[in-house]
Structure formats: C-alpha cells, structure tokens
C-alpha cells in the first residue's frame, strides 16, 4: 500500500518542463527523465543542467524520482511508455537495474542514455541505442592522489618520507563511486610511491553528519594517541563532515580563528582534507581554508550529454558516430572500469571528464 502511495504521488508531482519550440512535431520532442532521487546535490544540479539543455532545444521534459526505490523507478518508466514516451534519460537505482530498463524500453522502439549510475555492459549490450554518459569514478580518485601529492611536494615538512596515514570515508557500500573511487586514489597514491596505511576506515553514505560523527569518535578515541596525515572523502558532503569534527576539536593552526591559514600550507586545518563533486559547499570551504581539495564531476555536462545522445537518436535514429555540441565524442580504448571494459560497446561510451580543483 505505500508503494502504490509513493507511485501516485510520484507520478502526481512528477515534473514537466516544455521547451520554446511550437513547432508541429512538439509532441514527439519529449524525453523521460528517470532519476534516483532529486534531492542529492549532484542530482539537483544534474536535473538543472538537463532542464537548461531542454529549453536550449526545445525539448520538453517529463522528469520523475524515484527517492531511491527500485520498484517505483521500473513503475515510474512503465507510465511513461504507456503515455508515449520511448526516450530517456536516466539515473538508476542501481546498476542491476539497468539491463531490465534497456529491455523494456527497446521493446517500445525507445532509446536511453545512462548517467552517474553506470549501465552494466548487458544493457548497453541490447541495442546500440542505448549509452553511458558519465564520468568514470577512477579519474577522481586518481585527481585525489594527484592533489595529495602535490601537497606533499609543496609542504615536504609535513610527512617523513612516503609513509602516507589515512583516513578514509565511503559513501554508500557497492554504489560503483564508491567502489571506483577508492581504487582509483589507493592505485594512484601506489604509483606517486606512497606507502598508505587507512587505520580507519568509515562507511558514512555521502552523509555529512555521520562523516563528522564518525570522525568525532575516532578522535575522542584512537585519535588521542594515532597521528594521520590526510582524511580523504568519496565526496565533499563527508570532506565537509570531517572538516566540522577537525575544527571542533581544534585540529586547526589557529584554534581562535579556525579560518587562519597560519602555516601557509593551503589549509586552516592540520590535514588536508579531500572531497569530489566540487559542490558550492565544497568550494566555500575551500576559499575559507578549510576543505583542501576536491574533484570536479560535471553534472551539468553529464546531463547535457545524455540528452544529446538522446535528442540524436529521436531525430536520426541514432547517435552512433556522433560528436556533442562540447566536442565530446565516444570512448575508443578499453579501461579497467566497466563498462568500459568491454570492447563491443566502447562505441556507446561518452565518458565527461573530471576535473580537479585545488588551491
């Protein structure tokens, strides 16, 4: 019964954008955006760079979240299809998902493009219709070891020799980000030379509060007498959770002024801290000295991309050997990261690249 709630009021407060255009073919220039919730930073921004890209195109948008329930996002899809609509955009639930999505949509003659949670290699596998467009999660953990060690480099006093202590928060257990990118940062720390030993290690779900709870433990804890070196976050949310607990325990240069860079080590903090995303949390942090680093994963690119995939192939049939408006054409060599690990559907692979920034 509260599923069958959840999926009338979904599909009651399901969000329609319409484009500019007036043109006869209105009807046919509409897309389904199915996203796993619409309250995540990433995903606000991701639904804004969509809405933005819609009206650049006159394409109207039928926009539905499924707060992170995998039933109601299959429900929400069916409606969809039962309306018209064959072309999407999506965030999955899950990766699992993704093939059954790809199935049902292609029985409808429908395309979709994939963002942020990846696509297995069996659902791109159902038709050349269907597509990747995300950032891989390896390039932000490999950023991460990249802005580690460039703060190392310019601050030598601050660790004796590559022996690297860390502290390390996860998001969510099995999401692909949270997989990727750890071994993207732990491989690209090995190959900079660095010897990491995590003494503790968090599962704190991209949450803020539960990064600063679980770090206010430690410290009240272990964190008396074990000495780390950075505190490395799979996204700023977390970063931001640890910086709150560092800053009320006075981990800082200067306690009475927690914004103080005093050391001119780029941080107010003792450590650097690291996040991805580069939200507007993220950077405010950054400009106040606190967070040290973090990772750029483009939403608004991302979200741009996905629906040009699939904008081509509701007016050619299809995106194959297409290049986006930014230039951005399909992956051409394997990687360790599915599903670019798989040859037969690098060409449904439009990988947006992350960016670091830094002080």
Request: proline share 3%; aromatic share 8%; glycine share 8%.
């Amino acid at each position: 019964m509260k599923k069958i709630l959840l999926i009338l009021i979904s599909a009651v407060f399901a969000f329609s954008f319409s484009g500019c255009s007036k043109d006869k073919d209105s009807k046919k220039k509409v897309v389904g955006v199915l996203l796993r919730n619409d309250y995540d930073a990433f995903f606000v921004a991701y639904k804004s760079g969509l809405i933005e890209a819609a009206q650049q195109d006159g394409i109207s948008l039928q926009i539905y979240s499924a707060n992170n329930d995998a039933a109601i996002q299959i429900d929400q899809m069916k409606t969809l299809l039962l309306n018209g609509v064959k072309n999407f955009v999506i965030v999955a639930h899950s990766t699992d998902l993704t093939e059954q999505m790809a199935k049902i949509i292609s029985s409808q003659g429908g395309s979709a493009a994939f963002s942020n949670i990846i696509p297995s290699i069996d659902a791109l596998r159902v038709g050349k219709n269907f597509f990747y467009a995300s950032s891989p999660e390896t390039d932000a953990g490999n950023f991460q070891a990249q802005i580690i060690d460039d703060y190392f480099k310019k601050n030598p006093g601050k660790l004796s020799g590559k022996k690297l202590k860390v502290i390390y928060f996860n998001g969510e257990y099995g999401h692909p980000a949270q997989i990727y990118r750890k071994v993207g940062v732990m491989e690209g720390l090995a190959k900079l030379g660095y010897d990491v030993e995590v003494i503790a290690e968090y599962g704190a779900n991209w949450d803020r509060s539960s990064a600063r709870q679980y770090l206010d433990l430690f410290i009240e804890g272990k964190g008396k007498k074990e000495k780390f070196d950075v505190v490395i976050a799979q996204n700023d949310e977390m970063a931001l959770g640890a910086v709150d607990s560092l800053v009320n325990h006075g981990y800082v240069d200067n306690p009475s002024n927690p914004t103080l860079d005093a050391d001119n080590d780029g941080t107010a903090l003792r450590v650097p801290v690291l996040g991805i995303d580069a939200t507007e949390g993220g950077k405010k942090s950054m400009r106040d000295n606190q967070m040290y680093g973090t990772v750029l994963q483009d939403a608004n690119a991302q979200a741009e991309t996905a629906l040009e995939l699939v904008y081509q192939c509701m007016k050619n049939g299809s995106a194959q050997g297409y290049t986006t408006k930014a230039g951005l054409r399909s992956a051409s060599q394997v990687t360790k990261e599915a599903p670019l690990t798989e040859r037969s559907v690098i060409d449904q692979c439009f990988v947006v690249p992350f960016v670091p920034v830094k002080k």
